[in-house]
């Protein structure tokens, strides 16, 4: 087994990351996609449709759980297939990595999946990813 690094975009319209996230530490949970285990890694790219500028990703953090399908009506995953993350690295004021940053490394911007091994170890570089 070797860590798997998956990426998970957030509209701020349909979630508001910032108000659910706080801190490192905190525990939410994110859609799943076939292959992702305990242990692996998720980047958290919040998408702000005003303006480029500030999209990229705000957080990283570690698969605590196995997958579940949500039961939380309130939740933005339910009635979906989810994993608990627990945040590892969090930024509310800007990204850690930014949006020209990511289209260096990332081609799909709208769903959950995961990244190539070869982007993947150049973005767990970049994020200081453990």
Not at 2 to 28: A, C, H, P, Q, T
């Amino acid at each position: 087994w070797y860590m798997r690094l998956f990426y998970e975009v957030v509209n701020v319209e349909n979630w508001d990351f910032f108000k659910k996230i706080k801190s490192v530490g905190d525990v939410d949970n994110f859609f799943y996609v076939n292959g992702m285990n305990i242990g692996d890694k998720v980047i958290i790219h919040v998408a702000r449709s005003e303006n480029n500028n500030i999209n990229g990703v705000y957080a990283w953090g570690t698969i605590i759980g196995n997958p579940k399908i949500e039961k939380n009506k309130e939740n933005y995953c339910y009635g979906k297939k989810a994993v608990d993350v627990r945040i590892e690295k969090f930024s509310h004021d800007k990204p850690l990595l930014n949006f020209e940053e990511c289209k260096k490394y990332i081609n799909n911007f709208r769903s959950t999946h995961e990244i190539s091994e070869e982007s993947a170890e150049k973005i767990i570089s970049l994020l200081g990813i453990e």
